[in-house]
């Protein structure tokens, strides 16, 4: 019965829609092809069927209905055109590279290595959780796969080392690994382009409405005196917050060594992985940063997705993964359907006018006000909007337009310091709800965080991750 219910409710959002009067500025086939687009979002959130059938299923619809070109080979070749889009192959390959990552062991070897460095008490050991999460992020565009993949199931082994069970026993050191780890990854997927696979999306719809475009080493300087910041702090504030039993923790590291004893010395494959992650960190930094000339490249840039194109032809080719590793990855295919999907649409809305007309009604009760209250008033309803979504890309896909294109027609508006900010805010949002980003069903469900401690705990960080936004970034991206 609940499956009905949620495989009916995106058609019933869509009728509604459909049949509501069309509203003055728009014409049926603007209200019409935003139905569409509202049915789909509605089924990412419920989660009526998987991801990609719901966005495919979606731009299907919008095709054949020739919402946005009514000759039918037209109406085909824009369906498929978001299949070439480069940010969406950028998120493909890179989910390869987490393939590496846990194939190879890498990732598993680099955070038993700071457990075993860090963890001879609480604190430290609450960095060493913080710190496998920075390391893995740069090269680990899913937050699922990073903290739920590689750290959490290593991290789930600690507790009950001390006998910190789910439940009356979590208090004692369960609660403050589990969170801490979790309110990592939130910073971590803002801090890194590719930490984070509705960063590429964002980008992209920022590029398309807004003509906004930064580099992989831009994006990262934008946010880096908030996300260190904040990597120094999380650890400690969750040590404050969750009020861990145990102080110090000696055993955790003889643990740690004893699983590195047991793994032995480096393997081939980690080593070559190892190699190149860093040569993909060389080539979307260099390589995206026109000043700078990188010798056997042939010219002074190099496209981020075609790093990752060279990095996964070398796994390849030396034996780190075989091809079909990367056929059986369902979920990058899975990523690759529904981004291309949502993509297409809301860049859809923006081709058939609908999203300059959300702009004109918005912007209409902010006439008067100064740039500056604007932008904050956007960026507080983009960062806060995220309680009623259950997917950082739907959000992205449904919201982040609307506001851009708000923004863009405001007078002296700094439309890219605003579009800046909403797309660091992706990852930090995810840290408000259960079901705000993907990990956070795995540690809400371990039963190391309470249910009214979860709630409490993100509305505390969420509070703290906004404040950093405003009073850090804010300034900060003015400046430059």
């Not at 019933?12 to 049926?28: E, M, Q, R, S, T």
């Not at 080979?73 to 590496?100: C, D, H, N, Q, Y």
């Not at 950082?392 to 700094?414: C, K, Q």
């Not at 797309?423 to 995810?430: A, F, I």
Request: charged share 10%; proline share 6%; glycine share 10%.
């Amino acid at each position: 019965m609940t499956f009905r219910w949620r495989l009916f409710a995106p058609l019933v959002v869509w009728l509604a829609i459909y049949l509501w009067p069309v509203p003055a500025g728009l014409n049926a086939n603007q209200w019409h092809y935003f139905a569409i687009f509202a049915a789909v979002i509605t089924g990412l959130i419920l989660e009526s069927m998987p991801v990609g059938a719901v966005g495919l299923i979606g731009l299907t619809v919008a095709a054949v209905g020739g919402y946005i070109e009514s000759d039918p080979g037209k109406s085909l070749r824009w369906m498929l055109a978001g299949f070439s889009e480069s940010t969406v192959w950028l998120i493909v390959g890179a989910f390869v590279f987490s393939i590496g990552y846990r194939k190879s062991q890498l990732g598993r070897r680099i955070a038993l290595l700071l457990v075993r460095s860090l963890g001879t008490n609480t604190l430290g050991l609450g960095y060493a959780v913080a710190m496998s999460d920075f390391l893995l992020a740069p090269a680990t565009p899913s937050n699922t796969a990073r903290s739920g993949g590689i750290v959490y199931p290593i991290i789930s082994n600690i507790p009950r080392i001390y006998g910190s069970e789910p439940g009356p026993t979590a208090g004692k050191i369960g609660t403050y690994v589990m969170w801490t780890a979790f309110a990592a990854t939130a910073v971590t997927s803002s801090l890194f382009f590719t930490a984070l696979a509705p960063n590429a999306a964002a980008l992209a719809i920022a590029k398309k409405t807004v003509g906004i475009d930064v580099s992989w080493a831009q994006w990262f300087i934008g946010f880096a005196p908030l996300g260190i910041l904040l990597m120094i702090l999380v650890p400690l504030v969750s040590y404050v917050v969750c009020r861990p039993e145990v102080k110090r923790s000696p055993e955790i590291a003889e643990w740690a060594s004893k699983e590195l004893a047991a793994m032995g010395p480096m393997s081939r494959n980690e080593w070559i992985m190892f190699a190149l992650i860093l040569l993909a960190m060389f080539l979307w930094i260099t390589g995206s940063t026109p000043d700078i000339r990188v010798p056997f490249l042939g010219s002074n840039f190099i496209n981020a997705t075609m790093v990752v194109f060279i990095v996964i032809s070398l796994m390849l080719v030396t034996g780190v993964i075989d091809f079909h590793d990367i056929v059986s990855e369902k979920s990058a295919w899975e990523v690759f359907f529904y981004f291309t999907s949502l993509l297409t649409l809301a860049s859809g809305l923006n081709e058939i006018g609908f999203i300059k007309w959300v702009a004109n009604e918005y912007a209409k009760p902010l006439v008067g006000l100064s740039p500056p209250t604007v932008m904050v008033l956007l960026v507080a309803l983009f960062f806060w909007i995220h309680y009623f979504f259950s997917s950082i890309t739907s959000h992205a896909a449904a919201v982040l337009p609307v506001v851009l294109a708000v923004g863009s027609g405001i007078p002296d508006m700094p439309v890219a310091t605003l579009a800046m900010l909403c797309m660091y805010s992706l990852g930090l949002m995810g840290v408000i709800s259960p079901y705000a980003t993907g990990p956070a069903p795995m540690y809400f469900g371990s039963g190391y965080i309470g249910k009214g401690q979860f709630w409490g705990f993100g509305l505390l960080f969420g509070l703290i991750y906004f404040a950093g936004l405003l009073f850090i970034v804010l300034p900060w991206l003015m400046w430059r």
